[in-house]
Every structure is written in structure tokens, then in C-alpha cells.
């Protein structure tokens, strides 16, 4: 399936027509991040040179961006299209509309040349977490959101899948939550897709959609992170991940501020037998 956004020459951003997916980022740069997964390798080239230098892009010719990413002109209209964006020229006043907001995280990879500097590398470590919680706080679709709560709120149990066998046994007024950043992992998918069967509401955590997770899905949250040559599938996407079910956790929390505070009770009980004294 094909998605496509409208492009608003007055405001210069880009807009939902009603064909896109709800909770994708109207932000270029967040949008073509989300796509990576999903795009071909000539497609990849041209968002790496996009991520890459967004401020020379939005000021250069489909020639020289095709010639940089070593791709036919026609693959870069086909990356246009496949980010949400009818043509180039589109694509290069969505950038421009991004780069004009204040952005306050840089990312920058991580390369050999900073083995010798362990304080720089923290630095960009820090950098892509901060920015994966940024991206993923712009990502956060708050109707999708109300619906993951209200549903976790009203579920007789509440099961999550990484790798597990849960979902055999899951009754239909159960919650199920995949998670996979790639939303490719087997294992969280067939879990999802044999929980929903069951007719249990199923709500996918995942960084690509479309993708194999969120078909099966009632509910999508999507998180976002930029992953660097040293830190695939790294710490900076379970941060974000984390952070979102935190907020689901908090939300459901105080929807049952008594039977909240019971757990919460029990549980720093059932803490202090480990704790050393």
C-alpha cells in the first residue's frame, strides 16, 4: 500500500490528506526516518544523503542529490513518493519547513576517531537518546494513546511480547502489547496475530509502519531513534520504548489510584527482602 501526503505551499509542511497512517510525524526528517526500514537500497542512499545534509538538499537540483547518492533521478522521485511527498520540490520545502524550527539535539555518528575521546562519546550517546525521546514525543498520536490506556484500564490481563507464549492462553478481554522496533521480529508478530485471534485488543510498539507488527495490531505507538554504526537496534530504541510504556504505565496508574498504590505497595515489600542492610 502506497502512502502519500499533501503538500501545503502556504505553510510548507506537510499535511494529512487522509491517506497516511495516523501517528506518523508531520516533521520531513522524523518521516524519512520512520520510512528507512521500509525503503529499497537505491531509496536508502538518497534518505542517507538527506539525513546527511539536509541544509545543502534544500538548496540543490534533483541532478546533484541523484548524482551524490550515485542514483537515477527517477529513484529520487520514487524516495519523494515514498516518504509522502509528491516530487522533489515538494520534499525540498518540507526540509526547509523542518530546518526553520529550533532543533535542540544535534546527532551526530559515532566513529574510530572518537575511541581516543571516551567524554565526546558520551556526549553523542546522550545525543541520540535525547533526540530518540524527542522524536518519539513528536510520534506520539494522543487518540491512539487515550485508546492503549482506556483498553489497558479495561483488560482482565495484560500480557507483552518480546519472545514468549502468552498469547496461547490470553482470553478475549486481555491486552496485548508487541513490541519490536523493526516490527519484522517473528516472534512478537506471530505472538500479536495469535493473541488478536483470540480476539484480545493487541496494541504494536514499533518504529516502522507499515510493518508485519502493526498489521496485527488495534492500536499503534510508534518510537522513533536514530541508530549509528556502532549502536544498531542500540540502547537509544528501548529508551524510547521504555519511555512510552512508562507512560502507559503512569496513565493506567492514576485511572486506579487505590489498586495503584496496593501494587506499588507490595511491590517495594516484595523489593526489600533483596535489599542489602
Known amino acids: 500500500m502506497e502512502y502519500r501526503m499533501r503538500m501545503s505551499q502556504q505553510r510548507g509542511r506537510v499535511v494529512n490528506d487522509g491517506h497516511t497512517p495516523p501517528g506518523l510525524p508531520d516533521g ?19 534518505a542517507d544523503i538527506v539525513l546527511a545534509q539536509p541544509g545543502q538538499v534544500v538548496h540543490q537540483v534533483i541532478a546533484e542529490i541523484a548524482a551524490l547518492a550515485d542514483v537515477s533521478e527517477g529513484t529520487v522521485v520514487r524516495f519523494c513518493n515514498s516518504v509522502g511527498c509528491r516530487g522533489y520540490q515538494a520534499l525540498k520545502l518540507a526540509l526547509a519547513a523542518d530546518l526553520a524550527q529550533p532543533t535542540l539535539v544535534l546527532q551526530e555518528d559515532i566513529t574510530p576517531a572518537d575511541a581516543s575521546d571516551p567524554a565526546l562519546v558520551a556526549q553523542k550517546v546522550f545525543a541520540s537518546d535525547m533526540l530518540a525521546l524527542q522524536d518519539t514525543l513528536k510520534l506520539l498520536d494522543p487518540p491512539a494513546l487515550t485508546r492503549a490506556v482506556k483498553a489497558i484500564e479495561r483488560g482482565s490481563e495484560l500480557a507483552f511480547f518480546g519472545v514468549g507464549s502468552s498469547h496461547a492462553v490470553l482470553p478475549s478481554s486481555a491486552v496485548a502489547i508487541g513490541i519490536s522496533h523493526s516490527g519484522v521480529s517473528r516472534e512478537p508478530v506471530e505472538c500479536l496475530a495469535l493473541a488478536r485471534a483470540r480476539r484480545a485488543t493487541t496494541i504494536a510498539v514499533t518504529a516502522r509502519h507499515p510493518s508485519p507488527l502493526t498489521e496485527h495490531a488495534d492500536i499503534v505507538l510508534l518510537t522513533m531513534s536514530t541508530e549509528t554504526r556502532y549502536r544498531e537496534e542500540a540502547m537509544a530504541s528501548r529508551i524510547a520504548q521504555l519511555s512510552l510504556l512508562d507512560s502507559l504505565y503512569v496513565s493506567v496508574a492514576i485511572r486506579r489510584p487505590d489498586s495503584s498504590l496496593d501494587a506499588l505497595r507490595e511491590t517495594s515489600d516484595a523489593l526489600t527482602a533483596h535489599r542489602v542492610r
Open 28 to 46: 520531513m526528517l522524523s518521516r524519512i526516518r520512520v520510512a528507512l526500514a521500509s525503503l529499497n537500497p537505491a531509496e536508502r542512499k538518497v
